[in-house]
């Protein structure tokens, strides 16, 4: 994000009130000053349920896992809450006037919560995506009339964020990269509304956070929240075991390029999981619990019961990022 826009995200900061997602009003009207004109829609994102998977922690005597389900985003994914902060602050510093169409990179989820938002604000999004991305986002990418450009599959997600960055830089006056990986909107999102929905929903009892790193914007945003209220809880990074992995839109951090908004000081402990282990339980979830959801939350519980496993009690809350429906098309399925 540009240095011109630095005054105003640390004034917003300053002049924000406390969100509190008891009250009765929609998630982002208060936290990011939706207008009260703006598509309804908008008013959707946030305050998803809290789920206890009971059957993954039967055999637990001490410990109990919580998932936030945030596939009940209007988007389908966690993703839609970064991707609304980043628009309306871009919207708010006038980065989107004359036209300008938004721009990033992205692995599916954050492009599908900015497709969406920019259909029904009427900003046009230009998306860059690695071309193994599942085709049931390509073609939810393609409804909602982004102009998508498929990027070298064996670069990934780094191979689509470089050439976004050559393309704003290219043409900045067509184009505002709103670069999700380096974004500071992107965390404060889950600051500002992500973590307080956990404090208020396990009253303030959550002993251990786990979640996936990609952007790394959930797991910053949301235990730097958990940290001011809780100073001894712990925060667990979950990253695959490798850098050639089947876990779409995790980072291996050891071999991929960092986002800028990743702190590692925050991270008190890491748990490697293997691509088959995330298959398995993503299956698991849907058998056992009912649960259809993508391979990034089979890895985010698998790793929650690894944790859960190696404690002796404690209440461990981690994110379902997406729902499962956008990748059926993967043979494990079957």
């Known amino acids: 994000m540009s240095a011109d826009n630095t005054p105003f995200i640390q004034e917003w900061l300053n002049n924000t009130p406390e969100y509190n997602p008891g009250e009765d009003y929609s998630l982002f009207e208060k936290v990011f000053s939706l207008p009260r004109n703006a598509p309804s829609i908008l008013s959707q994102v946030g305050s ?175 235990t730097k929240r958990l940290r001011k209220e809780l100073p001894s809880f712990r925060a667990v990074a979950v990253q695959p075991d490798g850098p050639f992995h089947g876990i779409e839109g995790v980072k291996h951090m050891e071999s991929a ?20 282990e995330a298959q398995k339980m993503t299956l698991r979830l849907a058998k056992e619990e009912g649960i259809l959801v993508g391979v990034s939350s089979g890895a985010a519980v698998a790793a929650s019961i690894k944790l859960a496993e190696k404690i002796e009690e404690g209440i461990i809350v981690t994110i379902l990022p997406d729902r499962g429906e956008r990748y059926l098309t993967d043979s494990f399925w079957r």
């Open 48 to 222: 998803t349920p809290l789920l206890k998977l009971g059957k993954m922690s039967s055999s637990l005597d001490n410990v109990k896992i919580y998932a936030k389900a945030e596939w009940f985003n209007p988007g389908g994914s966690v993703k839609d809450r970064a991707a609304l902060a980043m628009i309306l602050d871009a919207l708010n510093s006038g980065h989107l006037d004359g036209g300008k169409r938004i721009l990033d990179a992205t692995s599916g989820n954050t492009g599908i919560g900015y497709a969406w938002i920019g259909a029904s604000l009427g900003i046009g999004v230009t998306l860059c995506v690695p071309k193994n991305a599942s085709p049931e986002r390509i073609k939810m990418l393609k409804a909602f009339g982004v102009d998508l450009i498929l990027t070298d599959p064996l670069e990934g997600t780094d191979g689509a964020i470089l050439h976004a960055k050559e393309l704003a830089e290219t043409d900045p006056d067509k184009y505002h990269y709103l670069d999700q990986y380096s974004n500071p909107m992107n965390p404060m999102a889950h600051y500002l509304t992500t973590g307080p929905e956990i404090l208020r929903d396990t009253q303030k009892t959550v002993t251990h956070f786990v979640a996936c790193l990609g952007t790394s914007g959930t797991f910053v945003g949301i």
């Open 257 to 276: 390029l960092v986002p800028g908004i990743y702190d590692p000081d925050l991270v008190d402990e890491t748990i490697f999981v293997s691509t088959q």
